[in-house]
């Protein structure tokens, strides 16, 4: 790869631009500032749902008497709803040619669950809030992702993804240290957080509602049908090379609720726990924008090869002990991982897509990694349950060296060679 300038136009697995993007100024533009507002719409919700997610698997454990099995197979399955829904929801915004109100109703329908997660007195209510939350955020995520895509520059898309993610992470451990805050002074009292939780979440509706303006579409288009067969052959072969790719790492990326119950095997009391996932989005949080800029200018496949690397000293160092330095270090580099690649797998489908078919590329992206996160999250709690959670993070670092093998295997040179 060249030392300066754009990132190599032979990128193998993402550097194929869709039609519709290839005429753009050379120098690279401001991003809009519907993509800013899209960035704190998605911190209010994540602060929302981190409040509560960060103590859901203690209060599952704890309160309501679940096994790690049953923890495991909670965050698979509500994982795995909402990253299947985004299917349909991205071929539902591609079909209509409006995103926005797609994603306001998911938004909205996440806000109305909060309250569920405070009233719960048994697994199953708390399993029905978590898959309809879920939900919600599957309705939201294909069309806001391809909205974030359809209103920033074509070359600045690495850094809009990048922001977005950055400011989602934001609220992803401002939600934790408020729960922590919480939690001591209402003296580990679970159900007054969860009700706290409903306010930034019904803000974050708000805020989209009047601070994001769909860009205008050409009228008379053709509405793709995203299951006719010449739609399918038009995403491509580098888009489903994408796909491939993402879902290896999705198997070696489970649940981030074993990172909760691995830092409550080292002691640390149960109202600090959440600062487990406070101190790995401070992490994302930082690496995500810079991240995302860098992904404009370097190969996409040698980036995502140090991500998984990176994962894979995560693992390992969450194996080897549960002493909270320990935690902290491996969860450290969890987050690290996250913010190298998220938002770089976010770019690398919108760059293989075709504009008219992002919403539909990103609910098949997602649908893929919604069944491996299924997978990943049940096999971690089997593990975890049957031989200690060590065998858990140890089987994430084998997943992660296949993910590794599978990037030289489809285009070697992409690493290797520049």
Not at 105 to 134: C, E, H, M, N
Request: charged share 15%.
């Amino acid at each position: 790869m060249p030392a300066t300038g754009g990132r190599n136009t032979e990128e193998p697995l993402s550097g194929t631009r869709a039609p519709e993007d290839a005429a753009v100024s050379g120098g690279r533009q401001s991003l809009p500032g519907a993509v800013w507002v899209l960035g704190f719409v998605s911190l209010l919700m994540d602060a929302s749902s981190e409040m509560i997610h960060g103590l859901l698997p203690l209060f599952l454990f704890d309160v309501l008497g679940a096994s790690a099995f049953i923890v495991g197979l909670i965050e698979g399955l509500g994982e795995a709803t909402a990253l299947i829904v985004k299917v349909f929801s991205g071929t539902l915004s591609d079909y209509l040619g409006r995103r926005k109100w797609l994603a306001v109703s998911g938004y909205a329908l996440a806000a109305l669950t909060k309250p569920l997660f405070a009233i719960a007195s048994s697994i199953q209510l708390v399993l029905a809030a978590r898959l309809l939350d879920r939900v919600g955020k599957g309705i939201r995520g294909a069309p806001r992702d391809a909205l974030v895509a359809d209103l920033a520059p074509a070359n600045s898309r690495g850094a809009a993804f990048g922001l977005r993610q950055s400011l989602d992470t934001v609220g992803a451990f401002l939600g934790p240290l408020l729960a922590v805050v919480l939690m001591l002074l209402w003296h580990d009292h679970f159900r007054r957080v969860f009700w706290v939780a409903v306010i930034p979440a019904v803000l974050s509706v708000a805020l989209l509602v009047v601070g994001v303006r769909e860009p205008v579409r050409a009228a008379g288009g053709r509405r793709p049908n995203p299951f006719l067969k010449e739609n399918i052959e038009a995403l491509g072969p580098a888009y489903w090379r994408v796909v491939m790719i993402a879902t290896l790492c999705s198997l070696a990326r489970f649940s981030e609720a074993f990172l909760l119950l691995r830092a409550q095997q080292g002691g640390i009391p149960v109202a600090l726990v959440p600062l487990v996932m406070v101190a790995m989005n401070i992490v994302y949080s930082l690496c995500a924008y810079p991240f995302g800029k860098l992904s404009d200018r370097m190969s996409h496949t040698r980036l995502l090869a140090f991500g998984l690397v990176v994962l894979i000293g995560a693992d390992f160092v969450l194996a080897s002990g549960d002493h909270w330095p320990t935690v902290i270090a491996g969860v450290a580099l969890w987050g690290m991982h996250l913010g190298m690649t998220q938002g770089l797998f976010a770019t690398m489908v919108s760059e293989t897509a075709p504009a008219r078919l992002r919403g539909t590329a990103f609910g098949l992206y997602n649908l893929a990694g919604g069944g491996a996160m299924l997978l990943a999250s049940a096999a971690a709690g089997s593990l975890w349950s049957a031989f200690g959670a060590a065998y858990a993070f140890l089987a994430g670092a084998i997943f992660s060296l296949l993910a590794l093998f599978g990037i030289y295997l489809w285009r070697p040179r992409a690493i290797a060679g520049r």
